[in-house]
């Protein structure tokens, strides 16, 4: 199954989401007022599309993500590549080096990634 879309102002949500849950609904009408600055009635709207929408489940106003943040974020990396990189993963990676310095550590980091991905190490 894909993972649901999650827009921006929906994942800035969601961020408040994920650091809380469980949640009851009236605690993320505060979280937000506070976070985002949103009315309460916008809460309660986006909260009835993400659970529409199967991001969330909302029972007996205890609300709880259906989707971690990480597949949210890898859809979203996914979606990316494919538009504006032609699926192309190292133009990608290429494109993103080139505008931002890479530190030792984050090369080392990735390196290790490919090679678990590998089945090296």
């Known amino acids: 199954m894909d993972t649901p879309k999650v827009f921006e102002s929906e994942y800035r949500f969601c961020l408040l ?19 985002l600055g949103w ?4 809460t309660y709207t986006v909260i009835k599309r993400l659970s529409e ?12 993500s259906l989707v971690s943040k ?9 979606e990316l590549v494919e538009k504006k990189f032609e699926g192309s993963l190292p133009s990608f990676i290429a494109a ?13 980091e990735v390196q290790r990634m490919i090679d678990r991905y590998r089945g090296g190490v």
């Not at 009315?39 to 916008?42: D, E, H, N, Q």
């Not at 993103?96 to 080392?108: G, I, P, Q, R, W």
């Open 17 to 35: 989401l994920w650091e809380h849950e469980p949640v009851k609904s009236s605690e993320l009408v505060k979280l937000c007022k506070e976070h």
């Open 39 to 42: 009315k309460p009635t916008t």
């Open 53 to 64: 929408r199967g991001v969330l489940k909302n029972e007996n106003t205890i609300v709880k």
């Open 70 to 78: 990480e597949e949210v974020q890898a859809a979203e990396i996914k």
């Open 96 to 108: 993103f080096a080139k505008y931002k310095k890479v530190s030792e550590e984050e090369l080392n």
